[in-house]
């Protein structure tokens, strides 16, 4: 979830080789298991940093650029790292974690994440509170990962096998010569609903915060701040006028004119994956600039009982 592109400034970095990935000593090919939490079906890296083994909270996002909050910069004192083109974004790198709590360094862009300022707005949204950065394409980058919500665990692992499931193509943004962009690389799938396809980032990130009266209507035990799908204002007004019999909500959020509308099938290639709720965002914020050419973006919610793996060098999804 690219929260807005006015919030804060995601700029590219020159192309870097990816740093090792640390695999379990015993056998180099064993999966590597992420220390997470999931809370309302988004996943936080939990790992220990070893300078005063405080635990950092850190947001996966699949569809997010990575970031560490000026707080977290300032909390543990990290370096500011300069830009490489000389732009006033400013940087920095994760710390070192404790060995038998770490995750691996972002493999794109250097490893630097933009230092994001939360303006006044930013603060008071429930959204981007309660943990200390993201990590998104450009920690991704490279991998294969698998995140298991039955099992509640992200594994950087090896190849697909039989076992990983049903195959979905995956696309990925390329610059002019035709290479994937570093730190950029932002998966979309075609998801197909009432007959028509529609490109959709691939984003285990989208997230609405929910108001009271939604959740008693929603009727389930999941938090305020919970996984959702996104889709455009404009698509949801078609398919109201088209179907007036799927259910829609209006006002369901915290923030004012969020809606949402229930589509009664949704499918990834041959995949099925049942009915499913699509929320707006305010002033489509989430599709401006390269993503304005989408039409939505697909999100725990509608893969939340099952094991997804995102599998970055082929360009596959594999969900069973």
Not at 124 to 130: E, H, K, T, Y
Not at 137 to 145: H, L
Request: hydrophobic letters at 45%; aromatic letters at 8%; a positive charge.
């Amino acid at each position: 979830m690219r929260a807005s592109r006015r919030l804060f400034l995601i700029a590219l970095g020159a192309l870097t080789a990816a740093p090792a990935r640390a695999r379990a000593a015993d056998d180099p090919a064993a999966p590597v298991v992420i220390p997470t939490v999931l809370e309302g079906g988004r996943f936080f890296a939990t790992p220990r940093v070893a300078a005063d083994g405080a635990m950092m909270k850190l947001w996966l996002d699949t569809d997010g650029g990575g970031f560490l909050f000026s707080e977290t910069v300032a909390r543990w004192k990290l370096p500011l790292v300069p830009d490489p083109n000389g732009k006033p974004t400013r940087w920095a790198r994760l710390p070192e974690f404790a060995s038998d709590a770490s995750i691996p360094q972002p493999a794109g862009r250097g490893g630097r994440l933009v230092v994001f300022a939360r303006n006044a707005d930013a603060r008071r949204d429930p959204i981007l509170n309660g943990f200390d950065g993201q990590l998104g394409a450009s920690w991704f980058q490279g991998g294969r990962w698998t995140f298991d919500y039955p099992a509640r665990r992200v594994l950087l692992r090896g190849p697909l096998t039989a076992d990983d499931g049903a195959r979905v193509r995956v696309a990925f943004p390329h610059d002019a010569s035709g290479s994937r962009v570093d730190g950029g690389e932002y998966p979309s799938v075609l998801v197909t609903i009432d007959g028509v396809a529609h490109a959709m980032a691939f984003d285990i990130a989208a997230s609405v915060a929910v108001n009271e009266a939604a959740r008693k209507r929603f009727a389930d035990d999941l938090p305020q701040v919970r996984a959702t799908s996104f889709v455009k204002r404009a698509l949801l007004a078609a398919w109201r006028a088209k179907h007036p019999d799927w259910p829609v909500l209006e006002n369901v959020s915290v923030t004012s004119g969020i809606a949402a509308i229930r589509v009664p099938a949704v499918r990834l290639e041959a995949l099925n994956l049942g009915p499913l709720w699509f929320t707006t965002r305010p002033g489509d914020d989430v599709f401006d600039g390269p993503d304005a050419s989408l039409d939505g973006k697909l999100g725990v919610n509608a893969y939340a009982s099952r094991v997804v793996t995102l599998d970055y060098p082929r360009a596959i999804l594999a969900i069973r």
